[in-house]
């Protein structure tokens, strides 16, 4: 039993001792600055857990590859077997460099003293003529928020091998960037030899004004020089590496309208569509669409502040959710959005609709300029609306016409026949009357679902407010303000934040908000606490109901 027990702790003192061999080796101690070392781990286990921490080579060395391999052998019957890493480095500097002790387990490997020399001025000349970056940026000066398009281009020679892919887009701290498409490979002629060339080309928005650090982009790759007094064709590796950018951004000109959201673009255009027959105009409480487009050349679409449209009282406006889209062109980020909005009108005669006015900034020549639509008059024909017809609320299918209620009207066998103008206003009066029941009915029963379904939803979109408006920013307290508004009134956003802000504590707290959301640059911080209070105040209020309004074009159920 003793032998044994002595047996067993052999075995494990010798096992110990085998874990406890773990080595490193180079391929060679000296080197040039443009060569790479190859550097051997092996620990004499074939069962090893984990890998060993390679921190330590950060300093001095770059990792370009790491291998794990296992070997088994088996001798006379007993198994045995190694784990070995291999490591490609290229050195970050010249002089002597230490590959430190590296760690595995308890175990650590022997520090290895390698030296790295220059290379030949006539070689670094030589190498760079044949692989190297050019790095462009336009233009010279931006502003904050503007666009930026930084071209990089890498050239080379035949005999130059590069290894991996293009540096990605870039990460640059205080900016938004965006690539312009996938990388482009072409050839162009420098001082007279023609090269390859691999072009990429990014968007750079500034988030602050100031300079605006470009982080330089490397690859690795080997060059083979030809020329005899280098070795006879010897191939070398390289670190092919761009030069920094620094960017002046400028800030907002002082001369900006301070009521104007901040837009700087190469160009601004603004577009409208409608959906009805300008040679017959509209008919009263019929609903057409109203598509307004702003396309901003050398923008985001998040950066399109939505429009000021003033419309007269005798149109009804519901507008949908703004639609936002960008596309890449080699000149930079096109920002387009989106409005569209069914009006109806309830009043005939002449409608005229205000001019549309967007302010911009122009970054090419410097100035202030307004992107605008003129104003327009359109004819309305058909009798006023005094109540609110169902069939103005209904929005016409795409497909198929819509469908309107209809009401039969019986001579009478003995009296004269009705006019045409009598029994369409008798038809008016039914569909009035029918539209309001049928009003009057769905919310009622709105209410009644409300009631039994919306005050744990409504308290937890609150609650979820009230979170976020005492620790969150600005946009994140404006989507959880929209989530309750559209709980608490129901139907659309716009609607729902119409009422809201029906008290005039409630509208300044949303419009400062707003200016701080939208305004430019330097806008005073909005009262969180104040909105907060409009919001609990707003709660113990019913939701208005007015008569007087056209329902919904899109009543939700």
């Not at 330590?56 to 590859?65: P, Q």
């Not at 690859?219 to 030809?226: D, E, F, K």
């Not at 429009?307 to 703004?322: F, H, I, M, R």
Request: charge should be neutral.
């Amino acid at each position: 039993m003793i032998a044994r027990a002595v047996a067993a702790c052999a075995l494990c003192l010798l096992a110990a001792t085998a874990l406890a061999r773990f080595e490193a080796n180079v391929d060679s101690k000296t080197l040039t600055e443009a060569d790479t070392l190859r550097l051997t781990l092996r620990a004499d286990s074939a069962n090893v857990s984990g890998d060993p921490d390679f921190d330590a080579l950060a300093d001095a060395f770059e990792i370009l590859s790491t291998q794990r391999s296992s070997e088994f052998r088996s001798v006379n019957g007993q198994v045995d077997g190694s784990t070995a890493w291999t490591l490609l480095l290229k050195p970050k500097r010249t002089g002597t460099l230490v590959i430190p002790s590296i760690a595995l387990g308890n175990q650590k490997s022997q520090p290895i003293d390698v030296t790295v020399r220059e290379l030949d001025p006539q070689l670094k000349r030589a190498i760079g003529q044949t692989v190297f970056f050019e790095t462009t940026y336009e233009p010279k000066q931006t502003y904050v928020q503007a666009q930026s398009v930084i071209t990089r281009r890498l050239f080379y020679l035949n005999g130059a091998q590069l290894y991996g892919d293009m540096p990605s887009v870039p990460e640059v701290p205080g900016a938004m960037v965006k690539s312009l498409g996938e990388s482009e490979h072409t050839t162009a002629i420098r001082d007279g030899r023609q090269y390859g060339m691999i072009e990429q080309r990014f968007a750079v928005f500034p988030e602050r004004s100031g300079e605006l650090a470009i982080p330089p982009a490397s690859v690795t790759g080997s060059v083979r020089l030809a020329t005899d007094a280098f070795g006879g064709g010897r191939r070398i590796g390289v670190d092919v590496t761009s030069d920094p950018l620094s960017i002046r951004v400028l800030p907002i000109p002082s001369d900006y309208p301070q009521d104007a959201a901040w837009l700087p673009a190469a160009d601004v255009e603004l577009l409208e569509d409608w959906s009805y027959d300008a040679a017959s105009g509209l008919a009263t409480g019929t609903p057409t669409q109203r598509t307004l487009i702003v396309r901003v050349d050398g923008n985001t679409a998040s950066a399109i502040p939505p429009l000021v449209v003033q419309l007269p009282d005798t149109v009804k406006a519901y507008p949908e959710q703004p639609k936002l889209g960008e596309s890449q062109t080699r000149t930079g980020i096109v920002g387009t959005r989106t409005e569209s909005t069914s009006l109806v009108a309830t009043q005939p005669g002449e409608l005229t609709l205000p001019a549309v006015r967007l302010p911009w900034w122009d970054t090419v020549h410097r100035e202030i300029r307004a992107a605008t639509l003129p104003s327009r008059t359109i004819k309305v024909s058909g009798p006023a609306i005094a109540g609110t017809p169902v069939a103005a609320a209904v929005p016409r299918d795409a497909a198929a016409p819509a469908r309107q209620p209809t009401a039969t009207i019986v001579p009478s066998a003995t009296g004269p026949r009705a006019s045409a103008l009598e029994i369409a206003l008798v038809v008016a009066l039914a569909v009035a009357l029918l539209g309001s029941a049928i009003e009057f009915v769905r919310r009622r029963g709105a209410n009644g679902l409300r009631t039994l379904r919306a005050p744990n939803v409504e308290a937890r979109a609150f609650k979820q407010f009230t979170r976020v408006c005492r620790g969150g920013d600005a946009r994140t307290i404006r989507r959880a303000l929209d989530e309750w508004l559209k709980v608490r009134y129901g139907g659309p956003i716009d609607a729902a934040t119409r009422e809201f802000a029906r008290e005039p504590a409630a509208f300044a707290a949303l419009d400062a908000l707003n200016a701080h959301l939208y305004r430019r640059d330097g806008s005073p911080s909005f009262d969180a606490p104040e909105l907060e209070r409009c919001v609990a105040a707003a709660r113990k209020r019913p939701p208005a109901t007015h008569s007087d309004e056209l329902p919904a074009l899109y009543p939700s159920t």
